[in-house]
């Protein structure tokens, strides 16, 4: 490979989402979070996949997704945060306007460990929350993963749970994390 920069946009082909749903599969399978299935493929919440209010980010590099995390703007099908932590969600839609969330992070294997990877995409998907008018955003983090989104998003702990994706899997324990759009970008432009 001669070009190995990364792009980051926003995915405008949906043809493309079973290789979104690849990448979420192996992360998850990995992990023993979900159980084998012969498509190879999965889709935590596919009732927000082609939604108006849903963009799917990609980091590309000559072409292949190489990481993948998904933003859906509050709406009538509501957030992927509804499903485990319904009350404190409705908490927040309560206190705050514009709520999205950020949902389905993976990257492709080798490139987990890649630090700067997740940096750029972390960036790029503030960028896109603050164009889009978010007040506030939510995710739901492995609890291992909270510190990084402390240190980049500025987020605050809402509430901890152990979860299962699917029946007979492994349980995980994640953290329900809020973060302020305008308060993080006044950070980054040191105000």
Same mark, same amino acid.
């Given at each position: 490979m001669s070009n190995n920069k990364i792009e980051f946009r926003e995915l405008t082909d949906l043809e493309r989402l079973p290789e979104i749903h690849a990448l979420a599969y192996e992360g998850l399978l990995e992990n023993g979070?979900?159980?084998?299935? /012969?498509?190879?493929?999965? !889709?935590?919440?596919?009732? @927000?996949?082609?939604?108006?209010?849903?963009?799917?980010?990609?980091?590309? +590099?000559?072409?292949?997704?190489?990481? $993948?995390?998904?933003? /859906?703007? *509050?709406?009538?099908?509501?957030?992927? $945060? *509804?499903?485990?932590?319904?009350?404190? $969600?409705?908490?927040?839609?309560?206190?705050?306007?514009?709520?999205? +969330?950020?949902?389905?992070? +993976? /990257?492709?294997?080798?490139?987990?460990?890649?630090? !700067?990877?997740?940096? *750029?995409?972390?960036?790029? @998907?503030?960028?896109? @929350?603050?164009?889009?008018?978010?007040?506030?955003?939510? /995710?739901i983090v492995e609890k291992r993963h909270k510190k990084i989104h402390q240190k980049l998003f500025g987020a605050q702990i809402i509430e901890e749970k152990k979860i299962q994706i699917e029946k007979d899997s492994k349980e995980i324990e994640v953290v329900l994390m809020m973060f302020e759009i305008d308060r993080i970008q006044n950070i980054r432009k040191g105000k």
């Open positions: 979070y979900i159980l084998p299935n /012969t498509s190879q493929q999965k !889709s935590i919440h596919p009732h @927000l996949d082609n939604l108006e209010e849903t963009s799917v980010i990609v980091g590309e +590099c000559n072409g292949q997704i190489i990481a $993948t995390d998904t933003i /859906t703007i *509050d709406g009538s099908q509501g957030l992927s $945060t *509804d499903v485990y932590f319904g009350s404190k $969600t409705n908490e927040i839609r309560r206190q705050y306007g514009k709520i999205a +969330c950020l949902w389905r992070f +993976c /990257t492709e294997k080798m490139n987990r460990n890649r630090i !700067s990877l997740v940096i *750029d995409m972390m960036n790029f @998907l503030l960028d896109q @929350l603050h164009r889009k008018e978010v007040e506030v955003g939510l /995710t």
